[in-house]
């Protein structure tokens, strides 16, 4: 069971001057990067449907249905590859690289804003799919390879999997074979996460999952089970049918690499002139595909002052790279640049999900989609939300702290903790306690020089008057804190632990930390309630409660107490 306990302006949580907030704000100098703003996606679908440029043919659809079958998918998820098959259909897309266990909540936010998307489009009578395209391709392990839970004591645990203990350099994730880490993986988690009732069948869950194959296999199969249900469907980049499929794009990537680059980088000009940082960067001599070698490793191409292309230990002209990508479509792969105008080419894409970090890049993609000639996407802000255990709601009580002040303070516990005291005794506060003293003082001061000026025998009584009045203030003071700093050991303890449940590490939960840390805690079904909770998708970061079912074990009183419904600050 879910409620609002309120929400906060993503632009106070990211650094600095941000496309993220000026975007959502609709400031009309970035409008042009996007080519148009989330809030015109319907008048954009009245005036006509996107269409995929490259329309793959029924092949390519028979393939994915039998890749989605092989891996799991629900008759929910083959349903609506039917669906996107047949004309008039639309695609709503997200996408992240096969991260350990499907990565921090970030990803589990994206899904449930594609879906949650899809279906307000079915409402305005518009067949969308929710697809997330599955990047099996990257080749950043460190990224990928481990995820972090919280223990019974909010303490952050890292479980990761030795998904290849050789030199991984160039080699993409998805291929790898890692299955036999599985038994090892859910030991490590037992350990780490708080034991309830759910623990076993969470681990057990994720060993049924694994199968045999390899790490993309497994990654498929959990967001089958997963999402499936709610008409979710993936596309692994690697898969065959989607290689040969890609083939015409492949041609025209290789042909106008240079009008890509070009564009690009007058787009990071353009937006640096406006004052924003910036996240899309390239080597200098690079070229947009990656070169696959033995279906595992992928290296960078270089192009040479001589018009060859080079990578790690091959070399080909430019009529021999076009042939390459014509007649063996497998042997590229995509970066960051090409990514999202493959996915539109092969998909009637409407609308792509994504977090601030990818609309800062997105921004500058623009003259890609142009260069081209692929219809762009809008893109659509993903949901950005923190979730409020039992636990954090006892300790936001217990701190007379409100959960959306509580999440701003939370970076620093000590700031928390001043916050919590001086809410608890407004006299704590120094400024506070500095007016009262003037306030008590300051007529004296006035009453002495009156008295002064009639009689000046009279005035050195009256400041000792006011020496004693400021002496017994200055007592009670010592007195107060000391008193306070004898509860304050509890509130700085408090303070913390509610820091580490709000930011761990000082981050935002999303960024970090694995869903399966509150899946133990409240089960599977609060993910799936957060598609019905009003503008989940909306832009603001929103501060969500999960509350314990009659068949969990009650909440603490403090946290009942709290008042957490439905509002918003």
């Known amino acids: 069971m879910l409620s609002y306990c309120g929400s906060v302006p993503m632009a106070a949580l990211l650094p600095g001057r941000h496309v993220y907030g000026d975007y959502c704000a609709r400031k009309p100098e970035l409008i042009p990067f996007f080519g148009a703003h989330y809030d015109d996606v319907r008048a954009l679908l009245e005036r006509g449907l996107p269409n995929a440029p490259l329309t793959p043919d029924a092949s390519f659809y028979t393939a994915w249905s039998n890749h989605a079958r092989d891996h799991g998918a629900p008759d929910e998820a083959l349903r609506n590859l039917r669906l996107l098959a047949g004309p008039g259909a639309v695609a709503c897309v997200t996408g992240q690289q096969q991260v350990l266990l499907t990565g921090p909540l970030y990803t589990t936010y994206k899904i449930v804003s594609v879906i949650s998307w899809s279906r307000r489009l079915r409402a305005w009578g518009i067949p969308a799919v929710p697809v997330f395209w599955s990047v099996s391709e990257d080749s950043d392990l460190a990224e990928i390879d481990h995820v972090f ?3 019974g004591d909010a303490g952050c645990r890292k479980i990761s999997v030795p998904i290849f203990p050789g030199k991984s350099s160039g080699r993409m994730a998805g291929p790898l074979q890692a299955m036999s880490a599985i038994p090892e993986l859910g030991a490590d988690l037992a350990m780490a996460l708080r034991p309830t009732e759910r623990t076993a069948a969470l681990i057990g869950e994720l060993g ?9 296999g497994w990654h498929t199969r959990l967001l089958y089970r997963w ?3 709610d008409g979710l469907v993936v596309l692994d980049e690697s898969m065959p049918a989607l290689k040969v499929a890609s083939a015409a794009v492949w041609r025209l990537i290789v042909d106008r690499w240079p009008r890509l680059h070009a564009a690009v980088d007058a787009d990071r000009e353009a937006l640096t002139r406006l004052g924003y940082a910036t996240r899309l960067r390239r080597r200098r001599a690079s070229v947009p595909p990656f070169f696959v070698r033995d279906e595992c490793c992928r290296y960078p191409v270089s192009y040479l002052p001589n018009g060859a292309y080079c990578w790690e230990d091959g070399r080909a002209t430019q009529s021999e790279l076009r042939v390459l990508a014509e007649g063996e479509p497998w042997r590229l792969s995509a970066s960051v640049l090409t990514r999202p105008p493959l996915m539109c080419a092969l998909l009637p894409a409407v609308l792509y999900c994504g977090g601030p970090g990818e609309l800062a890049y997105h921004a500058q993609l623009g003259g890609a989609y142009a260069a081209l000639e692929i219809p762009r996407p809008v893109f659509v802000p993903r949901a950005s939300i923190t979730l409020l255990s039992d636990q954090a709601r006892t300790l936001c009580a217990k701190l007379d702290v409100a959960p959306c002040d509580a999440l701003g303070a939370a970076v620093d516990p000590h700031r928390l903790c001043a916050r919590a005291l001086a809410a608890r005794c407004p006299l704590a506060a120094p400024e506070t306690w500095t007016a009262t003293q003037h306030a008590a003082v300051a007529p004296l001061e ?22 004693h009045v400021a002496s017994r203030l ?15 050991e509890a509130t700085t303890r408090q303070a913390g632990k509610l820091c580490r449940l709000l930011r761990p590490q000082g981050r935002l939960q999303e960024r970090l930390l694995s869903p399966l840390t509150y899946v133990n805690e409240y089960g599977w079904e609060w993910i799936h309630e957060l598609l019905e909770l009003p503008e989940i998708d909306t832009v603001e970061h929103k501060l969500v409660a999960l509350h314990a079912r009659p068949a969990d074990r009650r909440a603490p009183r403090a946290a009942r107490a709290l008042d957490c419904g439905g509002g918003r600050t």
């Open 149 to 151: 839970v919280l223990d």
């Open 208 to 216: 049924a999952a694994a199968g045999a194959g390899p790490w993309s």
């Open 227 to 229: 999402f499936g249900a």
């Open 446 to 467: 006035r009453l002495a020089a009156a008295v002064e000026r009639e009689d000046a025998s009279l005035a050195a009584p009256l400041r000792a008057v006011i020496d």
């Open 474 to 488: 200055d007592t009670v003071r010592r007195r107060l804190e000391r008193s306070l700093a004898t509860r304050s």
